[in-house]
């Protein structure tokens, strides 16, 4: 069963405007990582919240975590064409640190 | 660094062939696993390694096998090929100093007919 839930699935927007997407999780965390696919690669890793975080901030990145919802969220400033990508969470459970939980994904088309 | 390589990039089996898809890392990471991407399902976890000669289950461990004989290196063994195992395969891997972020390769695209 997935751990993480994203939402929207799907996101369309122009260039310059911003994109959030949304994660809830189902169980105590030791932290919640979102990665980035473009078409046909492997994931890569964009930024990693700890549990006793609240929010974090990498170059037009910004991810907020609530441990009391079991939700985060990940916004993308001033998107551009080459942000067009999927965006998955995962977590990392605290009884388990061997087994990194992903979600479904949230795919995002950003127009020029 | 290559970072993380998968071999082959794509591969197509009859049911119930055998084949080994490779995945080698070279940043000396001891820690490796393997996910199954399917659409609208996002990555789900096969079997992961901490170590050489150390191995563990995921969530869907079930007709895959796996071994770590050196840190390099983290084949995946389907033993009977099935068509509901058609999919993406991602190897993965991290330093086991933390719950660190994983770094991926570009897959292996698997179809079973």
């Known amino acids: 069963s997935q751990q993480g839930e994203e939402d929207p699935q799907a996101l369309s927007i122009q260039e310059g405007e911003n994109a959030t997407m949304n994660c809830s999780y189902k169980?105590?965390?030791?932290?919640l990582q979102w990665y980035r696919q473009n078409s046909g690669r492997g994931l890569v890793h964009l930024i990693l919240i700890r549990s006793n975080e609240r929010e974090k901030h990498s170059g037009r990145l910004r991810v907020t975590l609530d441990t009391s919802k079991k939700s985060s969220s990940l916004l993308i400033t001033a998107s551009r064409a080459a942000d067009t990508a999927s965006y998955f969470c995962?977590?990392?459970?605290?009884?388990?640190?061997?087994?990194?939980?992903f979600g479904a994904g949230t795919q995002v088309v950003v127009t020029p | 660094n290559a970072g993380v390589t998968q071999t082959p990039k794509f591969q197509v089996l009859k049911t119930g062939q055998s084949m080994t898809l490779q995945c080698a890392q070279d940043?000396?990471?001891?820690?490796m696993s393997w996910y199954r991407q399917d659409p609208g399902m996002g990555l789900r976890l096969i079997h992961y390694?901490?170590?050489?000669?150390?191995?563990d289950q995921g969530e869907v461990p079930n007709g895959y096998n796996v071994s770590r004989s050196t840190t390099e290196d983290f084949p995946l063994r389907l033993l009977s090929a099935a068509p509901s195992q058609t999919s993406v395969y991602f190897c993965?891997?991290?330093?086991?100093?933390?719950?660190?972020?994983?770094?991926f390769g570009n897959g292996t695209r698997l179809t079973v007919t």
């Open positions: 169980t105590s965390i030791n932290n």
């Open positions: 390694s901490v170590g050489a000669g150390i191995t």
């Open positions: 940043m000396n990471h001891e820690y």
């Open positions: 993965a891997s991290r330093t086991t100093d933390g719950p660190l972020p994983l770094h």
């Open positions: 995962a977590t990392l459970s605290t009884d388990s640190w061997g087994k990194l939980q």
